[in-house]
Nanobody
């Protein structure tokens, strides 16, 4: 059974950078499309980016395309999300999730396995 654990969140000043990790165990991510999502207080969960298992195709929400980069280390069975030029509005809990194969999609309902989330707070 696939399990996901996010890490790398924290308190960051505006303009700073972070790299979030989504470490998988139980099964290889080579068979899974992995997405990153976030949920700010009082807001709906928002799709940010995704990467496919084998071909490493990526996709981004238009709102984050210029500042977010998704990548994958197959040897570590881990997907990363690098965020630069952080803004206060980036404050949220960030989640990774996986769906078995399939193209990148921002449809949250397609992702069956979720991590517990990591808090990112952007504040001076």
């Amino acid at each position: 059974q696939l399990q996901l654990v996010e890490s790398g969140g924290g308190l960051v000043q505006p303009g700073g950078s972070l790299r979030l990790s989504c470490a998988a165990s139980g099964l290889s991510l080579n068979w899974y499309t992995v997405g990153w999502f976030r949920q700010a207080p009082g807001k709906e969960r928002e799709a940010l980016s995704c990467i496919t298992g084998s071909f490493l195709s990526t996709n981004y929400a238009d709102s984050v395309r210029d500042r977010f980069t998704i990548s994958k280390d197959a040897n570590k069975n881990t997907v990363y999300l690098e965020i630069t030029s952080l803004k206060t509005e980036d404050t949220a809990v960030y989640y990774c999730a996986a769906r078995l194969s399939g193209i990148c999609s921002g449809n949250i309902s397609l992702y069956r396995t979720w991590g517990q989330g990591t808090q990112v707070t952007v504040s001076s």
